[in-house]
Antibody
Framework: QLQLQESGPGLVKPSETLSLTCTVS??????????WGWIRQPPGKGLEWIGSIYYSGSTYYNLSLKSRVTISVDTSKNQFSLKLSSVTAADTAVYYCARHVYLLWFGELSAFDIWGQGTMVTVSS | QSVLTQPPSVSAAPGQKVTISCSGSSSNIGNNYVSWYQQLPGTAPKLLIY???KRPSGIPDRFSGSKSGTSATLGITGLQTGDEADYYCGSWDSNSWVFGGGTKLTVL
């Protein structure tokens, strides 16, 4: 049973960089059929996709966050990571990692089929 | 303002049927698959429907999905109090992923 687990600081100061890691267990991150994504949810609000990465390092990013976001993958550790720079209070949210199904023949991403439990990150001094 | 438009809330009585709409455009729903997610209070979202109308293993057939043109619909029959949750649609859109704003389902 594949599982994802987010980890990282729960409190980040304004203007600093938020860093989170997602550890994949029970399966390989080097799957040709999947990307690996980050989604966030501010308190009381809806879901916002941040970006997704393939095991090769190919990425797709939300254009509204692209200038501040870096997603990377470490296949040796079966992990992928999120860095969000110059954070403000508006970046306070629950951050989820999830497996993103890749439709290879269409060259597009489909559903998020497995999710981590999420981790709350607060931006405050 | 979400790219995919959902009603903020819907409600129905236990045992009844409810539908939740998701409206988009040709760049997302019109030419790509739609998926639906259920988020129970205080928990992570869970995949309910993928590829417009397919159910993952373990999802009861009370949940169904359909798509027509640039809109998609989630249907839930035999409503239970445990179905009270937020529901989100999602789709691929020009090298980007988009979610709907979410719909809160109340089972009266």
């Amino acid at each position: 049973q594949l599982q994802l687990q987010e980890s990282g600081p729960g409190l980040v100061k304004p203007s600093e960089t938020l860093s989170l890691t997602c550890t994949v267990s029970g399966g390989s991150i080097s799957s040709s059929d999947h990307f690996w994504g980050w989604i966030r949810q501010p308190p009381g609000k809806g879901l916002e996709w941040i970006g997704s990465i393939y095991y090769s390092g190919s990425t797709y990013y939300n254009l509204s966050l692209k200038s501040r976001v870096t997603i990377s993958v470490d296949t040796s550790k079966n992990q992928f990571s999120l860095k969000l720079s110059s954070v403000t209070a508006a970046d306070t949210a629950v951050y989820y990692c999830a497996r993103h199904v890749y439709l290879l023949w269409f060259g597009e991403l489909s559903a998020f089929d497995i999710w981590g439990q999420g981790t709350m990150v607060t931006v405050s001094s | 303002q979400s790219v995919l438009t959902q009603p903020p809330s819907v409600s129905a009585a236990p045992g009844q049927k409810v539908t939740i709409s998701c409206s988009g455009s040709s760049s997302n729903i019109g030419n790509n698959y739609v998926s639906w997610y259920q988020q129970l209070p205080g928990t992570a979202p869970k995949l309910l429907i993928y590829d417009n109308n397919k159910r993952p293993s373990g999802i009861p057939d009370r949940f169904s999905g359909s798509k027509s043109g640039t809109s998609a619909t989630l249907g839930i029959t035999g409503l239970q109090t445990g179905d009270e949750a937020d529901y989100y649609c999602g789709s691929w859109d020009s090298n980007s992923w988009v979610f709907g704003g979410g719909t809160k389902l109340t089972v009266l």
